[in-house]
Nanobody, 119 residues
Framework: VQLQASGGGLVKAGESLRLSCVVS?????????LAWFRQAPGKQREFVASITPSTLSNYGSSVKGRFTISTVIDKRTVYLQMNSLKPEDTAKYYC?????????????WGQGTQVTVSS
């Protein structure tokens, strides 16, 4: 199972970016809760957003109201629309899948995509 994240880049504060993550396995995509996490240098990994197979979404408090997670089934892709970006959003963003197969939380991870927000 591969999760391929893309869409990161360098933007100015207040601008927007959309991250994408393609899930290679259709069953994993259909049955897993999909999520985005981020990690800035010297900081712990932080939960950003998640979406269940029934499209219930959940957000970290620091991004609520600015970020939106969504999926497109026929593309097996999970998106993270990031609006009103702030310098403190700078981090490497990882997509992850919490499948029902292993009993482990978030058992599949992508390679990450860098987001840098300048002030």
């Amino acid at each position: 199972v591969q999760l391929q994240a893309s869409g990161g880049g360098l933007v100015k504060a207040g601008e927007s970016l959309r991250l994408s993550c393609v899930v290679s396995d259709e069953k994993i995509f259909d049955l897993a809760t999909l999520a985005w996490f981020r990690q800035a240098p010297g900081k712990q990994r932080e939960f950003v957003a998640s979406i269940t197979p029934s499209t219930l979404s959940n957000y970290g408090s620091s991004v609520k109201g600015r970020f939106t997670i969504s999926t497109v089934i026929d593309k097996r892709t999970v998106y993270l629309q990031m609006n009103s970006l702030k310098p403190e959003d700078t981090a490497k963003y990882y997509c992850a899948a919490d499948s029902p197969y292993t009993g482990l939380e978030y058992d599949y991870w992508g390679q990450g995509t860098q987001v840098t927000v300048s002030s």
